[in-house]
């Protein structure tokens, strides 16, 4: 079984790298090169939600960031979870998709089926990381660059496991159940006000509730980007969690996914 | 002698489909564990090997699974019991261009369809050309392949399928697109296939394509196999089958029948009239040129008819005749002696106790294909009162290459002017 999984879910990017690109070119092609916007809608709704968000709960709710950040805008402070958060965000939106749009390949053409939740995690994580990168190069020029950055990519990359090991599961499963497709959209929406962005967690009256969201990974990432870029150190317990929880969800993720693939050519 | 392998060898494969009345039922029955789809079998006990080098033809009405067969060959579909053994690289054209990406230009496409047949990126540079010389795009190549007709699909489709050069080949229905002058490149092209001992899984309506290109041939039939053999052959049983309404084995439901009356062979013989017991056919005997009897005609042989009579009442008069059945209700061709003066054929009057032979030569039978039966048969003087038919037992034509239900005599002539 480990076999398996080692060869059909890890390896097969690399063995079927050319197709992978291939997928990879296609899906950039039909979100920008069909439309006149292109790139300009994709960062529209993150930048429009930047907006709204900072009027309503800095400008409004006159939301701080918390005392041991300094004295960092709300902006920023919320920018630097939001980024990374869209980017899942949209990765699990596109999830339920990703199968059903390719049904007639699937049904038709015999390719590694698994490069598919690849894809579809890999460009949003591409574009919004574009966002990310493009705010953090904007704070380094602030003076806020410090060798601790270096591990901002391998925070990302987690992130990106965790996500995929989702994505693979809701694709998947998305086939038999197509209602999964508006409870992911709900389900996206709850985790998210569920998630300190928006709010500082010291917000968070009650220390036990707060300790309670150290079971969402999410929040665990987020803290990391905002200790990484304001404060240039890493908590430990963040780290702690969000590496075994990526690895496990990006295995388990693959194995259902490579165990039930079979059924797709049934179903679909 | 080198001994072939089988490259596909298939054993006892049965596929089901779920059929579920709701969406919904799928979910209840995984929560319930309890089974609320019906079951659709779609293949029953197929098994099947071909050696490398083979190739291939699955023949059989729509519907009958032939599709399914082959997305279970090219791995699309998993088997619900059974097993499917394929070593080797297998290329499918399951339907035109479903790897295709209707934006892309034909150049781009060329690149995505291989990385789906996984073949590295360095081949498909040297193969490029090739395949776009093949597909006679033209031009076209680089214009986005929505904008192709369905022939310019195919053919490019075809062109990258065959220049991947896999090792197994499965192809549904691909010809029956292109244009005769395409089809006649991809007869060649798949006989090159063939030379270079490349395995091909094949299937098509046109018998012509799997006669030529196919070395076996399965007839898929209700999900089962109902033949298999040398494509041939196959092939005949195939056609004969589509041609005639009935199934085989009506003919024995129908035979007792036969002590009906018929106003006219292949006239419908429900107006049944009480049988005259004034004279009848006591043997029926169909026999080769030298007098032996045969159940397997040559196409385009002589066959002799033979009839024995008894003559139960004095002063009968008749006319006889022969039939070529397909079933009790279906002639192919009949002889009769109706129009024919007392002077070329004895037609009696005979009497009690006689007891004599019709017999009629037939020459240059013109059934390409089929299984049917011989009919003999008595009337009365005017040739609508018929006293006793009787069927001869079931007849068939040796296998032969060609399409269509009939054979004709023929000669060629090339002249150069």
């Known amino acids: 079984m480990f076999i398996t999984l080692l060869r059909e879910w890890i390896a097969t990017p690399l063995t079927h790298s050319r197709l992978f690109q291939q997928f990879t070119q296609q899906d950039f092609h039909a979100q920008f090169a069909a439309s006149i916007g292109g790139f300009l809608w994709l960062f529209l709704t993150p930048i429009v939600h930047i907006l709204i968000y900072s009027f309503v709960f800095g400008y409004i709710f006159q939301i701080r960031a918390p005392a041991e950040f300094g004295q960092t805008r709300f902006v920023i402070f919320m920018m630097i979870g939001y980024l990374p958060w869209f980017a899942f965000a949209e990765a699990m939106g596109r999830s339920t998709n990703l199968l059903l749009e390719k049904a007639p390949l699937i049904t038709k053409v015999m390719f590694p089926v698994q490069l598919l939740p690849l894809t579809g995690t890999l460009i949003p994580y591409l574009t919004h990381g574009t966002g990310f990168v493009m705010l953090l190069i904007y704070l380094a020029s602030q003076g806020l660059l410090s060798a601790g950055w270096l591990l901002l990519p391998v925070v990302f990359f987690f992130q990106f496991l965790f996500t995929l ?26 985790w998210f006000f569920l998630t300190p962005i928006i709010y500082p967690i010291t917000m968070i009256q009650n220390p036990t509730i707060r300790q309670w969201f150290l079971l969402n990974p999410m929040h665990n990432f987020i803290n990391l980007y905002r200790e990484i870029v304001l404060l240039g150190e890493v908590s430990a317990i963040n780290l702690q969690i969000i590496i075994p929880v990526s690895v496990i969800s990006y295995c388990l993720g693959g194995w259902l996914f490579i165990r039930i693939r079979h059924a797709f050519g049934d179903v679909l | 002698m080198k001994k072939t392998v089988p490259i596909i060898k298939v054993a006892n494969l049965h596929k089901d489909f779920r059929i579920y009345a709701r969406p919904q039922d799928r979910l209840w029955e995984i929560l319930l564990r309890r089974p609320r789809h019906q079951l659709y079998h779609v293949l029953r006990d197929i098994s099947f090997a071909v050696p490398e080098g083979k190739s291939l033809g699955i023949i059989g009405v729509n519907g009958a699974g032939k599709s399914t067969l082959l997305k279970l060959l090219a791995g699309i579909l998993q088997p619900t019991v059974g097993e499917i053994a394929v070593s080797g690289q297998v290329a499918a054209l399951l339907e035109l261009g479903a790897g295709f990406h209707p934006e892309f230009s034909g150049r781009r496409n060329i690149y995505l369809n291989a990385s789906l047949l996984g073949v590295p990126d360095d081949d498909i540079a040297t193969l490029e050309q090739e395949i776009i010389a093949f597909s006679e795009l033209g031009e076209f190549i680089d214009r986005p392949v929505k904008t192709y007709s369905s022939g310019m699909y195919v053919r490019l489709a075809f062109a990258i399928a065959t220049m991947v050069r896999p090792d197994i080949l499965v192809i549904d229905e691909a010809l029956s697109v292109g244009d005769m002058a395409f089809q006649r490149k991809c007869v060649q092209r798949m006989n090159q296939f063939r030379a270079e001992l490349k395995t091909m899984v094949f299937c098509s309506h046109s018998m012509f394509h799997i006669q030529e290109l196919c070395d076996t041939a399965i007839w898929i039939h209700m999900g089962r196999i109902r033949e298999i053999g040398d494509s041939d052959q196959v092939v005949g049983h195939y056609e004969d089958f589509c041609y005639s309404k009935k199934t085989y084995n009506s003919i024995e439901q129908d035979l007792p029948r036969t002590q009906l009356q018929e106003s ?7 107006d049944a009239m009480p049988t005259m017991p004034d004279c009848r056919i006591s043997a029926l005997s169909v026999c080769d040129s030298d007098g032996h009897a045969v159940t397997e005609l040559e196409p385009l042989g002589s066959v002799r008819l033979e009839m024995e009579v008894e003559v139960l009442k004095d002063g009968i008069e008749g006319n006889f005749g022969f039939a070529f059945m397909k079933s009790a209700e279906e002639p192919i061709a009949s002889f009769l002696t109706t129009e024919l003066a007392e002077s070329e054929v004895e037609k009696g009057p005979f009497q009690v106790g006689d007891v004599f032979t019709v017999s009629l030569a037939v020459q240059h039978l013109a059934m390409r294909v089929g299984e ?12 609508l009162l018929w006293y006793e038919t009787r069927f001869s037992k079931q007849l068939s034509i040796k296998p032969n290459k060609g399409v269509g239900t009939l054979i004709m005599e023929s000669e060629w002539s090339v002249q150069r002017k």
């Open chain 2, 264 to 270: 006219e062979v292949g006239k419908n013989s429900d």
């Open chain 2, 372 to 383: 049917f039966y011989v009919l003999g048969g008595l009337a009365d003087k005017s040739g």
């Open chain 1, 165 to 190: 090991g989702i994505v693979a599961v809701l694709s998947a499963t998305c086939v038999f159940l197509r209602d999964l497709q508006q409870l992911v959209a709900l389900g996206v929406t709850i």
